[in-house]
């Protein structure tokens, strides 16, 4: 039976090292129906690359150790949207748990890629703003160290709801570009608010962030 959402949350580590096995047919269906869906939703245009080991045959890529990265999503949008980050790390994470839901294994990547060899159709306007290498792993990974909670949210544990409970913890296990989890949570008239730090890729780690939040908790965050 295939993992929850609680359960793929936990289960996601970043994994850099694939098996040289290519994704198989029916799965690139699932994938590719579930990418159209969140493309339509979004109104960003992601998209799967397969079997190009060009892109992470790079320098940065070596040097990311990066291997039989083979098949990625490029994360692409429209550069005159005002939340293109945001959007970018909401409707990605999502695309991340539902591979790990199917037997997948992901990483976020904004640094480490050759970016002149990203095979995706970039139309005028749009702007690549990251990939997520996919496939299956040679190794399961495991979870990375955390800030504590009481450094990421005010609200006392015991005061805690239950849900918003189970947000935070889920947030707590969001991947953030270079671990640097640069976000707050706290909770304003019994709704969760989620705010970015400063840094790079924070804005793209807050719509990572809040969509753990909200698969775990089931409430919408501000
Ligand atoms: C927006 C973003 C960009 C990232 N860029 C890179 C990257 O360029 N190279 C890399 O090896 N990992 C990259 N990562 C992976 C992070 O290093 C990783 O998520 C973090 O260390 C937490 O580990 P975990 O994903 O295993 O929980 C990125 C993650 C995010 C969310």
Redesign the pocket.
Known sequence: MEMTMQEAIRA???I?RYKDQPIDRDTAGRLQALIDALNEESGLHLQLILDDPQCFDTFLGHY?HFEHADNYVAVIGKRTLPDLDERC?YYGQLLVLEAQRMGLNT???????GHGKCRADKAAGEKIV?VISIGYGAYE?K??PSKPLQKLCAVPEADMPDWFKAGVEAAL?A?????QQKFSISLVNGEAVIKAGFGV?TK??LG?VKRNFELASGHKCR
């Open positions: 996601r580590h970043s850099r990311g790390g990483c976020w990547v904004g640094g480490t890629y990251c990974g979870p990375h296990l991947p953030t570009a270079l671990n890729m793209l780690d990572i």
